[in-house]
């Protein structure tokens, strides 16, 4: 007898190739992104769980002042809030904000709910506050602008304040992938898409979101190839530190492992150094990124 669903997912390999990739394009018409992809993020316990031990893990939560950055459909919101003295939750995007009205209707702690439609990189907050908390992130921050909202919200934490996220590790791998050529990047669903690996695992950067000044990434580094080949992309990775004891590897649902074409190509030999000169802004766009090899 067939399994149905393992039989659909096998059939449509191909096609399901770059369908996170769609699921995770910003769509004007449904709340910025498809409705499939809000299911993703809520459905996500590793993403979801990570942030949940997170507040457990500091007991200072209780009858804390919070603001959310980014809150969505609330998914990170429903499990602080319990314990929280206050919350300030920042959105901005318009289409989200009745929905989010009548979801918080719907709890006993509604009351302690400020609501407050702006743009978290220039939002002022009424009055400092203990915890911010936004997980505006995508792989390597490329996408999404969490480095300069932090850098703007934690002028309004108080002194011992703590940001959550914590701390962004990131990792690449020089690849040679099967990626067609209107398509500069696309994150892994299956690990049939992944490409063939020619070098382990190296340290690109590593982001402390409560210390981080710099607006982007410029590095210059060397790595050694394991296997010969083509090198024409890079596998990155985000690790990312809710907080200390509570962490998140990346997922289908958030910064997900993404296979990302390199500036130009590279014929190698096992035993070779490539070197690479690499660069992008934070919040500027995956696409931008420069990642040269000589």
């Not at 507040?55 to 950055?69: M, S």
């Not at 980014?70 to 809030?81: A, D, E, I, Q, R």
């Not at 934490?157 to 690849?175: E, H, M, Q, S």
């Amino acid at each position: 007898m067939r399994d149905t669903l393992l039989d659909e997912i096998i059939d449509n390999y191909d096609a399901l190739k770059y369908g996170l990739l769609k699921a995770q394009t910003f769509d004007e018409s449904h709340f910025g992104f498809p409705e499939i992809y809000y299911k993703i993020m809520e459905t996500d316990r590793q993403r979801v769980d990570a942030f949940k031990k997170a507040f457990e893990l500091n007991n200072n939560f209780k009858d804390a002042v919070v603001c959310e950055v980014g809150v969505g459909t609330l998914p990170l919101t429903k499990l602080y809030m319990p314990y929280v003295k206050k919350a300030y939750l920042i959105e901005n995007n318009p289409d989200l904000i009745p929905f989010i009205k009548q979801e918080i209707a719907k709890y006993p702690w509604a009351h302690k709910v400020e609501l407050i439609y702006a743009d978290a990189l220039t939002v002022t907050l009424p009055e400092k506050v203990d915890h911010v908390i936004g997980e505006l992130m995508s792989i390597y921050c490329a996408n999404e602008f969490q480095v300069q909202i932090f850098q703007h919200m934690k002028e309004f934490l108080n002194p011992g304040g703590k940001l959550f996220p914590n701390r962004i590790v990131n990792f690449a791998r020089l690849c040679e992938a099967d990626i067609d050529d209107n398509v500069h990047h696309y994150p892994v669903m299956f690990t049939r898409h992944q490409p063939m690996f020619l070098t382990q695992q190296f340290l690109v950067n590593e982001i402390e979101l409560l210390k981080e000044k710099k607006q982007g990434v410029n590095l210059s580094f060397s790595v050694p190839v394991l296997f010969s080949g083509t090198v024409n992309a890079l596998y990155l990775e985000s690790y990312v530190e809710v907080t200390e004891g509570s962490n998140f590897t990346g997922t289908d649902s958030l910064m997900p492992p993404t296979v990302l074409k390199t500036t130009n190509t590279q014929e190698v030999k096992a035993g070779d150094l490539v070197h690479i000169d690499f660069s992008f802004d934070y919040g500027s766009s995956l696409d931008d990124i420069k990642c040269v090899l000589s």
